[in-house]
């Protein structure tokens, strides 16, 4: 039960934006928080940003490549959650997932337990 489907990945010239959207069906976002992580050619997935669940007040927690950068919002009414790519840089190049914790606060790696398929973002001149 649960479905996460992510979209919004694409080749963007470095310098450039790109919004990436998640919709979330089967979990509540009022109790479980939400994250986006990434993994980029031949290294491991890491976290990008994670939020605590509405109950919790929906504080967020940023890799430090990702503040003042990065953005994650919430659209309640559409069960979906986004992440506001700018500024970005090659580095930033990653296949970007969004993921379900198993609880109300942000935790490690593990607790996320249902995932995305990904999305390919791809910065390049």
């Known amino acids: 039960q649960g479905q996460v489907v992510e979209s919004g990945g694409d080749l963007v010239q470095p310098g450039g934006s790109l919004t990436l959207s998640c919709t979330v069906s089967?979990?509540?976002?009022?109790?479980?928080?939400v994250g986006w992580l990434r993994q980029a050619p031949g290294e491991e997935r890491k976290g990008v940003v994670c939020?605590?669940?509405?109950?919790?007040?929906?504080?967020?927690y940023y890799a430090s490549y990702a503040k003042g950068r990065f953005t994650i919002s919430r659209d309640k009414t559409k069960n979906t959650v986004y992440l506001h790519l700018n500024s970005l840089r090659p580095e930033d190049t990653a296949v970007y997932y969004c993921?379900?914790?198993?609880?109300?606060?942000?935790?490690?790696?593990?607790?996320?337990?249902?995932w995305g398929q990904g999305t390919q973002v791809t910065v390049s001149s």
């Open positions: 993921a379900v914790q198993r609880t109300n606060f942000c935790q490690g790696y593990s607790q996320y337990h249902s």
């Open positions: 089967g979990f509540s976002l009022d109790e479980y928080a």
């Open positions: 939020m605590n669940s509405e109950n919790e007040g929906s504080r967020s």
